[in-house]
DNA sequence: GTTAGCATGTAAACAGTTACATGATTGT
DNA sequence: ACAATCATGTAACTGTTTACATGCTAAC
């Protein structure tokens, strides 16, 4: 997975900007693929132009910059359905708040416990963004992802919630 | 997190060879962190050393290479755990495998089925690993981090064996 | 008055991947 | 025979991040 194929993906389900792609990437129903920066997206859709896989019109707005609208085209849309027939690489869960909590006894306990707490907060609210995409699917595949999220999203919750514990009941090492 | 920090945070548990950080990093203990190859891991470690955060000596085995085994000093036990005051970037979980299903209906329906399949054997495997890592557990730390980890894949387990008829039921487009 | 959101874009710098090189042993 | 595991390392390449540039609106 890369850039390009992050934006084919997203402009094969409608036209979007190329701010509007990091924004879903980010937040919306696309936040499971890769995280991707303007300074990687604005130059994949000028290169994607070129090679005639997406096409674009502007729109002017008073009062705000002009946006340029992507559309996917046939061409693009055939080498983004062939990269689905590839080999996908493994899930990853990737979480530095997890190395955190492996070295907790080496940190200070209150430092532990606010680290929990932010990480329970933070949770909470992907919830509540899941939930509000869950409302708007159209189709069963978009259930299943939006499903597929907020389940994992409900299974980190309850557990640190249950063995929190564990780690602020430890021994912590002076320093 | 980069392959810096992934190093010393191995090295902060024990002694290890370059070789053994990109298999702790990949199934280990230590798989929740970054993804890192050779050619990444090697340089970090000699520039490491070079600064003194970092020591090796050589091991020679018959018939086998030479062992570089690396410890962490104590300039490089402070850089690491100061490391570790800094604000975690949010856990991320990305998946080409729910690309896949979001776009699923595109898709040949055996192919679709196929692809769950060996998710399902994926995660199972993977949930093999994580439960022989469980045994071992020295600290109510580790207890809670490979605890994390095997709850979340059950939670996934448990998602797609009830959910995947939404895929499989759902309409495809002919091609 | 400052921050955040909307919106596009460039260019230098960097981190990391991929491919290559070497070589013995063990398993299929 | 061939692939895999153990083990270290280099170098070219590439993809991406970071920082900068621009500018208007709305909220705090």
């Known amino acids: 997975m890369n850039v390009r194929t992050l934006c084919l993906a997203i402009l094969h389900f409608g036209e979007v900007t190329g701010y509007e792609i990091k924004k879903l990437a980010e937040d919306g129903k696309f936040c499971y693929f890769i995280e991707a920066s303007f300074g990687a997206i604005y130059p ?90 869950c409302d708007n699917n159209k189709s069963s595949a978009e259930t299943f992802v939006t499903g597929y999220g907020l389940n994992m999203n409900k299974a980190a919750l309850k557990y640190l919630l249950e063995h929190r514990s564990l780690l602020e009941d430890q021994q912590f090492s002076v320093s």
């Open 44 to 133: 994949a859709l000028t290169r994607m132009a070129n090679e005639k896989l997406v096409t674009w019109r502007s729109e002017v707005q008073e009062g705000k910059p002009v946006r340029k609208i992507y559309s996917i085209t046939d061409s693009g849309r055939q080498e983004f359905v062939q990269s689905l027939y590839e080999e996908p690489k493994p899930d990853r869960f990737k979480s530095e708040f997890l190395l955190m909590m492996l070295c907790s006894n080496t940190l200070d306990r209150h430092y532990v416990t606010k680290l929990i707490d932010k990480k329970i907060i933070e949770l909470e609210n992907e919830r509540k963004m899941l939930e509000g995409l």
